[in-house]
């Protein structure tokens, strides 16, 4: 199959998975669920959250959220350190083809080769993102990255609406 027929595959089950769910938190573990099992690529599927209540004085960390693979070491990440800072700091995806050669990458795992990040925003404002590690180099093409912002973008409006 096709790359592009299996992310429109995956988009039509997570409108499945988005009606079933019953919680911002249970959709988020489901959505994470769906693209480990059903992307053959994507090897450790996870979200990072922005602190809603940094201590006094603080900046908000990244907080590790919902996954699937391996444990990282990497449970709280500042806004200026990794790939994971640069996504959330600048509201912007970020795809890295070769991990070893972006400085900013922090390593989670040695195998992996390839990562994208993508921003969830909530009424404009970065409030996490969703990041996906491979172990095959340049894993994240064009309709990989569209799928993966579809995601964001259906997390951002579930928090939005359980904000409201
Ligand atoms: N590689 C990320 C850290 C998180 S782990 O990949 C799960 C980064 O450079 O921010």
């Known amino acids: 199959m096709s790359t592009a027929s299996k992310t429109t595959e995956v988009k039509q089950e997570l409108q499945q998975v988005a009606q079933a769910a019953s919680s911002a938190d249970h959709f988020m573990s489901e959505i994470v669920r769906l693209l480990h099992d059903r992307m ?6 996870g979200f990072y959250m922005l602190e809603q209540s940094p201590p006094a004085g603080q900046q908000p960390v990244l907080v590790l959220g919902k996954f699937e693979g391996a444990m990282t070491p ?46 969830v925003f909530v009424k404009g404002k970065v409030v996490g993102e969703l990041d996906i590690d491979s172990h095959f180099p340049a894993a994240f093409s064009a309709e990989d990255r569209d799928l993966v912002e579809y995601c964001a973008m259906l997390v951002g409006q579930r928090l939005e609406n359980s904000r409201k």
């Open 74 to 119: 990497h449970t709280r990440i500042p806004l200026n350190q990794g790939i994971c800072g640069a996504a959330a700091s600048t509201g912007k995806t970020v795809v890295v083809d070769d991990v070893s050669k972006d400085a900013r990458y922090l390593a989670c795992s040695l195998e992996t080769k390839s990562e994208i990040v993508v921003p």
């Open 40 to 45: 053959l690529k994507y090897n450790w599927v």
